[in-house]
């Protein structure tokens, strides 16, 4: 069997530079590096749904926005497998049969679970869902027996968990299961761009992202509003880089082409943070530069995404073709996991005739 992806999304805001930088031009990349057999990309709105149950309109409103995000980025629905996760009831099924194989303490320890309750405020009333959201991801892994799983170093515990179902149901049923193994992003300034205003997370809430559908003149402004060195007053000043969200991105988009291209006076990055470091250099320039280079990759995404939004009952008929093809995978898989726990009560001949010769 050859290498299949799985990854995805929750619906529940339009896709940000962050998800461009953390998951999406890296998804691009493996998508069109014919190294894979099969790539399954979800939009996971059954997910945002265990923490958004009272508002559904916010999960329902942003498929549409998040697939045309997918496409306008470069996800091409002839390579790549769109598809939303409720449209796939099999998903459900494997998680029930899992939650018999992972205890409570287990899922408690998890850091993504623990940090993701916190975060929520949820440490007095947690969702069910929510709480066993490690297991339903094992199951959308493990339903397209997906043997890479891109995703960010603060999914990693998730991943692991994962490993965990899979070992345990394998050594339980027998060999089943696929064991995924996870991708993490090779540029560390790329695991995790902050907000604009210098907040660790970019957040819908906090409006303080940068969305791929904002038009040129609101990237300006969020750019050129961006939170800095607190302590650099002054050009003449000498400036922080660690922790200065300016300098965050320019390491996750700029390119020493971009250099050649906008600021030809400086060899590279390091000769960047290098000057500010030692003062002599302003915010405003540093942002214009980082206005330019996110101008340049945001663009064409842009266009594509202007051409999309004219043939909406296009993008309907991708998700719709994506979850036929995701449902008849997840249904083998199903199919296998059912054959291997031997309750296929009406498929197991072997069954019948034991149950015949019983009562003969």
Known sequence: MGKIILTGDRPTGRLHVGHYVGSLRERVRLQNSGEFEKIFIMIADAQALTDNAEHPEKVRENIVEVALDYMSCG???EKSVIFIQSMV???????FYFMNLVTVSRLQRNPTVKSE???????ASIPVGFFTYPISQTSDITAFKATTVPVGE?????????????HKFNT????????????????KACLRLPGIDGKAKMSKSLGNCIYLADSQAE????????FTDPGHLRVEDPGKVEGNPVFIYLEAFSTPEHFARYLPEYAGLEELKAHYTRGGLGDVKVK??????????LSPIRERRKELEKDIPYVYEVLKKGCDIARDT???TLSEVRRAMKINYFEDQSLIAEQVKKYQ
């Open 172 to 187: 339980v049923y027998g060999e089943t299961l696929v064991m995924p193994d996870i991708l993490l992003p090779q540029n």
């Open 288 to 297: 214009k530069f980082l206005n330019k280079v996110l101008e340049e990759q």
């Open 117 to 123: 309750i916190q975060m929520r405020n949820f440490e």
């Open 154 to 166: 603060d999914q990693a515990p998730m991943l692991e968990q994962a490993r965990e179902i899979v």
């Open 75 to 77: 996800l091409d629905p």
């Open 89 to 95: 009831p099999e998903l459900t099924e494997l998680s």
């Open 219 to 226: 990237v300006k402004k969020k750019v050129m509003s961006m």
């Open 330 to 332: 997840a249904a083998q």
